[in-house]
């Protein structure tokens, strides 16, 4: 599947029960070596990170995957390349913790860079540019050259601040998991989005319950123990039961 994605991956060559051969990445008897030990240049580190997020949206969007444990330890650099690789673990785009394994990875991508000195998309951006249809083949150079200028101009803390805030939205929606509310995979990235869209804004609390009651017709669960920037209101369907 990733191969047909035009990701960078090792070759299958052969499938023999439960076991899978894949050609080396390497030179010579010499292994390729993970990202994580790859000795890169600054300038060599912002083009990766492009790379691999586009990667991601690949893997995502034509694939119809996620592969819910990238990270600097399932990549290889080789030849300039990034490879990736241990796809073992990797889910569906529609199964149930689909896009709470993508938040994760990237999260870890987000967080190498980050090291790396590489001003990286918040983790609500990158999620977003991995999973929205409308961007094509036409327009996601403009895409992402808009968006890491504004990366650019974020201030550490400000993106920090930014990147807590979606990760208490994200559990909060966890909590709720015990209620087993089925939802479709749409219903769920529908819902997700709109969270995560009309999060934080307390003047608009009874307006949000209402909008999301007409899109679910779902009940709305009233935590009140619930320390997160969400306001008093948390819907139980959500993409991590």
Not at 221 to 229: I, K, Y
Request: with cysteine.
């Amino acid at each position: 599947m990733l191969n047909t994605a035009q990701i960078p991956c090792p070759e299958p060559i052969m499938l023999r029960s439960h076991v899978l051969l894949m050609g080396f990445i390497g030179k010579g008897d010499r292994p390729a070596p993970l990202l994580k030990n790859a000795q890169l240049s600054d300038s060599k580190v912002r083009e990766l990170y492009l790379q691999i997020i586009q990667y991601m949206r690949r893997m995502y969007q034509d694939a119809r995957l996620v592969h819910a444990d990238l990270s600097e330890f399932n990549m290889l650099y080789h030849g300039g390349d990034v490879y990736i690789i241990d796809v073992s673990q990797a889910v569906e785009h529609d199964h149930p913790h689909a896009l709470e394994f993508l938040r994760k990875d990237c999260a870890n991508v987000n967080g190498f860079f980050q090291k790396h000195n590489v001003a990286v998309m918040t983790v609500r951006e990158l999620f977003e540019f991995i999973t929205d249809p409308s961007i094509t083949s036409e327009n996601i150079d403009d895409y992402l050259t808009k968006a890491m200028e504004i990366a650019s101009k974020r201030t550490e803390e400000e993106r920090s601040s930014q990147d807590k805030v979606d990760e208490e939205v994200s559990e909060d929606f966890c909590s709720c998991r015990e209620m087993k509310i089925s939802l479709s995979s749409s219903e769920q990235w529908k819902l997700f989005c709109f969270i995560w869209q009309n999060t934080g804004d307390t003047d608009q609390e009874n307006s949000r319950d209402i909008q999301m009651h007409a899109m679910t017709k779902l009940p709305v669960c009233h935590c009140s123990q619930s320390t997160s920037v969400l306001p008093r209101t948390v819907f139980l369907p959500c993409f991590f039961i």
